[in-house]
């Protein structure tokens, strides 16, 4: 019997904690599914899930970030239409100018209020828990 696994992966929501009304990087993605996404990707084969959050940080948007704190697992086995993943979704800050990387074609700074479309896999649900979480203090379920 052969069994199959979820992937790991980690996103990351980073706030510019040096500008006015701390808004988000997110990245245009290079390749499918096209459209923008929070920076992160896939957790490598004997890296922990911080370890990978700040490794994708800096690849994706060239800044250093500081972890902030672990936000939420989401699991739905949709939410990438490429294979079934399960995200663990780190906050975190920065400071400085990101620039584009890896496999980002651009990138974006945006406030909550002011996000572009499409946004890639389950994003638009995580940004939508994360507004709810940042202004009223509630967690998803």
Known sequence: MTYRNPVPTVDIIIELSDRPHR???LI???NPPFG???P???VDYGESLETAAVREALEETGLSIELIEQFHVYSNPERDARKHTISTVFLATATGEPQAGDDAK???IFPLWELPTPLC???AQI???YRRY???GIRPR
């Open 127 to 129: 940004m939508q828990d």
């Open 134 to 136: 940042r202004d009223y």
């Open 28 to 30: 245009e993605r290079l």
């Open 106 to 108: 651009g990138i974006g």
């Open 121 to 123: 896999f389950d994003h």
């Open 23 to 25: 808004p988000i990087i």
């Open 36 to 38: 923008w996404a929070i």
């Open 40 to 42: 992160g990707g896939f």
